[in-house]
């Protein structure tokens, strides 16, 4: 590999892409899936870490965290940057398919980004018939919003702390079907069990400015139901947890979603 080789728009546009899925404390050299991606580019990890450092100082969700990232982020840096979250519906399934490519993968597998064991290829569950081109651009970008929004929350349930990725769901705060321009923002995603997404979409739960859990009256005239009180009751009032280098949810997306799904009665 020749030393100072430069980087190009294809190859930004995917370590982008990971720069999405990792939490700023995992931007350096001997991160899995940094070094994955390394391999896969005949680049040095040193080289992807300190261009995903680059990346983080352009980003404002880390900026309201008080977190700076590398300074000498170059012209096409911050193009790419631009361009990138400029039209995320456009441009996201552009960089999944680029990293799958990158990595091999056929369209009966899946590609993860897994922080603690690196970029994990499998096999993806039969669907029924072949996609259509705008199912497949649909479904590259919610691949993508999955590992984002899971990996900002640690892998974790923002509510349980529940660590199993099958019973998680990436949870959209303002619909997919309504807010498009947000559907594959991160800030837009919170990590719940399966149990606690279909509350939050059902409006049973909310979550307030200090990203407290807020049960609804309904839900409350359940609590003496053991299963609504170790799984609800014992969690209300509590703050959303997140890595401390997360980029927070959006107040003004659950805001809205209290003003307009969430059940006062």
């Known amino acids: 590999m020749a030393a100072g080789r430069r980087w190009t728009r294809d190859e930004l546009l995917v370590a982008l892409n990971l720069y999405h899925k990792l939490t700023f404390g ?3 050299a001997r991160q899995p899936a940094i070094v994955a991606l390394a391999g896969k580019l005949e680049r040095g ?3 992807v870490a300190m261009k995903l450092c680059n990346f983080a100082s352009l980003d404002p969700a880390l900026k309201l965290r ?3 990232g590398l300074e000498g982020a170059s012209a096409l840096d911050r193009t790419v940057w631009n361009e990138f979250h400029g039209d995320l519906n456009e441009i996201v399934p552009v960089s999944e398919e680029a990293l799958r490519k990158l990595f091999g993968v056929d369209e009966g597998s899946e590609l993860e980004v897994l922080p603690r064991e690196g970029i994990r290829v499998c096999k993806r569950p039969l669907t029924g018939p072949t996609e259509t081109t705008a199912n497949v ?3 590259r970008g919610q691949d993508y ?4 929004v899971l990996n900002n929350f640690g892998g974790r349930c923002g509510v349980t702390q529940l660590a199993v990725r099958e019973l998680l769901i990436a949870s959209h705060i303002l619909p997919w079907g309504t807010h498009v321009a947000e559907r594959l923002n991160v800030r837009n995603g ?3 069990s399966r149990l606690h997404d279909a509350a939050f979409d059902q409006g049973l739960i909310a979550f307030d400015d200090s ?4 049960i609804s009256p309904r839900l409350k005239a359940e609590l003496p139901q053991r299963a609504v009180a170790e799984n609800f009751g014992a969690y209300s009032g509590q703050p959303l947890r997140l ?3 997360a980029a927070l949810p959006e107040l003004a997306f659950l805001a809205e979603h209290r003003a307009k799904k969430f059940r006062k009665s």
């Open 243 to 245: 890595p401390d280098d």
């Open 137 to 139: 651009k649909q479904r």
């Open 26 to 28: 995992q931007l350096h």
């Open 45 to 47: 990890s040193n080289s």
């Open 211 to 214: 990203l407290r859990l807020v």
């Open 145 to 148: 919003f999955r590992d984002a």
């Open 190 to 192: 919170l990590s719940l």
């Open 66 to 68: 008080g977190i700076k």
